[in-house]
């Protein structure tokens, strides 16, 4: 499970202040309960998995609901080929995914897609080592089946990160999602109501993003249906 530390209590103080992040942050619970019971579905299925990794963002956390969130949205787009075996977590950074996530990984996925690093970006002590730990991320993906989102921070580790994933896209081992600079479109409009998660029109975005890089991965992929 994701660590807990002073910034998750911090937010538990602060949802009792700003009402908007209590709204967002009970949705915790039940989303991370839609997707476990989703997973169980979706790998008695036969169909081709789709396993997203991840954090909150991959989980859904500030849509409407649970089939707001950008993997729903963007296997809807694709003409729903995939059952979605989601293994993100809310709260979840980097080391997250390679220690509890990534051992969960089916053995024969179709497609795997990654968007995590926006809470190891919070703080310049977590931002410690997280070049490392990503390049170390993207050397138990599986190649030529896997998308990986770049991170839209601006900071030296940030930086570090996205020069990792575009040499690992330049030499065909994944597939790049950029969100940097304007990708991800003007804030207004696009964020929940605790300003920091996207909403239903963000997730839109996002789906968006993926939509390319995706469809590109998948046109390799003799078994897809894309």
Known sequence: MPRRTWSSRLLDVSAKVVPGIGRVRAQK????RAWASGNRVALESGLPLWVALGDS??????ARDVDGGWVPRLNARL?????????????????????????????????????????????RGRRRDVPARF????????PGRSVVA????????????????????????????????????????????????????????????????VRACLARYPGSRS
């Open 79 to 123: 003409g729903e080929p995939f059952a979605v075996v989601n293994l993100s977590a809310s709260g979840a950074r980097v080391q997250d995914v390679l220690d509890d996530q990534l051992p969960r990984l089916p053995a024969t996925p179709a497609l795997v897609t990654v968007l995590v690093g926006a809470n190891d970006m919070l703080t």
């Open 29 to 32: 619970e039940p989303f991370a």
């Open 57 to 62: 963002m991959t989980q859904g956390i500030g």
């Open 135 to 142: 390049e170390a991320l993207l050397d138990r993906l599986p």
């Open 150 to 213: 770049t991170l839209p921070q601006g900071n030296p580790q940030a930086l570090a990160v996205n020069a990792l994933i575009d040499r690992a896209g330049a030499a065909g081992r994944i597939d790049v999602a950029d969100l940097r600079g304007p990708a991800l479109g003007p804030l207004r409009g696009s964020l929940a109501d605790d300003w920091f998660h996207p909403n239903d029109v963000g997730y839109e975005r996002m789906a968006g993003l993926f939509e390319a890089p």
